[in-house]
């Protein structure tokens, strides 16, 4: 009987322990199959390499044209930029300045073209008016209604009525320079009919009135007379009659 027992006792030991490894290999196969179970009592953290050190999850790349974390999109332009920088749109072209001097139409304002000439008649508008101040005294006003600047030489040889001849000048009314007339512009003169005190001889009334032009050398005139017309009573003039010279203001011809 003893040494039956002596005869089963190694080989139970043999059977367990074959049990044993076959327990130890299909837990070690269960562990390592791949299928992602875990041993009991692991926590699901970090998932950890074969030699034990643990690797960070990867982080998803960024979009293309986008910058991590900004917000914006990087493909944008950046407003209010530098300055001078392009921002790759041409303005638009400025236009072209119109007129100026050489442009098409270009006169100089005045409406004149071509040579001078000498202003008469012709070429001219003439009046007459009585003037108040100073007393006794008429203006004659000579407008250029040309297309030519005229020079208004001399002083007017005035008659009124059925005169023989024509009054004498003022001297020292005598301007400095040749007036000179553009297209519509004017000159001046005075004429002095009679004796502010009264001691003119020869007084009379002239209801009408021409108007001679001088030309460059003084000596008598040339081109169409002017009549322009006088107030309807007429003027009284005497013996003390007499003119300025032209003048290119209408002050300067008052002023005598």
């Known amino acids: 009987m003893s040494s039956f027992r002596t005869a089963r006792t190694p080989r139970a030991r043999l059977v367990g ?12 196969t269960a562990c390592n199959d791949g299928t992602g179970v875990e041993s009991e009592g692991r926590t699901t953290g970090t998932p950890s390499t074969a030699n034990g050190t643990a690797t960070a999850p990867p982080q998803d790349e960024p979009a293309a044209g986008t910058t991590q974390d900004s917000g914006t999109d990087a493909s944008a332009p950046a407003a209010n930029g530098p300055a001078g920088k392009d921002s790759g749109t041409k303005a638009p072209a400025a236009p072209a ?32 008016a009585p003037l108040t101040r100073p007393v006794n005294h008429m203006l004659l ?16 040889a ?13 001297e020292d009314s005598q ?19 009679a004796a502010a005190d009264g001691s003119g001889t020869n007084g009379h009334t002239a209801k009408s009135l021409t108007v001679h032009f001088q030309g460059r050398s003084g000596n008598g005139s040339v081109g169409t007379a002017a009549q322009p017309s006088l107030p309807a009573q007429g ?11 032209w ?6 011809a008052v002023s005598w």
């Open 235 to 245: 003027v009284y003039v005497d013996d003390s009659l007499k003119v300025t010279y």
């Open 97 to 128: 300045a119109s007129g100026g001097s050489g442009g098409s139409g270009g006169s100089s304002g005045t409406g004149a073209s071509g040579k001078p000439v000498t202003c008469e008649g012709s070429v001219t508008r003439t009046t007459a």
């Open 158 to 170: 005035v008659r009124f009525g059925e005169a023989q001849a024509v009054p004498p000048v003022i």
């Open 141 to 156: 006003t000579v407008t250029n209604t040309g297309s030519r600047t005229c020079f208004l030489y001399g002083y007017p």
């Open 17 to 28: 322990a074959a049990a044993t490894v076959v327990l130890a290999a299909l837990s070690l």
């Open 247 to 252: 003048q290119q203001s209408m002050d300067d």
């Open 175 to 193: 301007p400095q320079a040749v007036v000179t007339l553009e297209p519509g512009q004017s000159g001046y003169a005075s004429v002095s009919l």
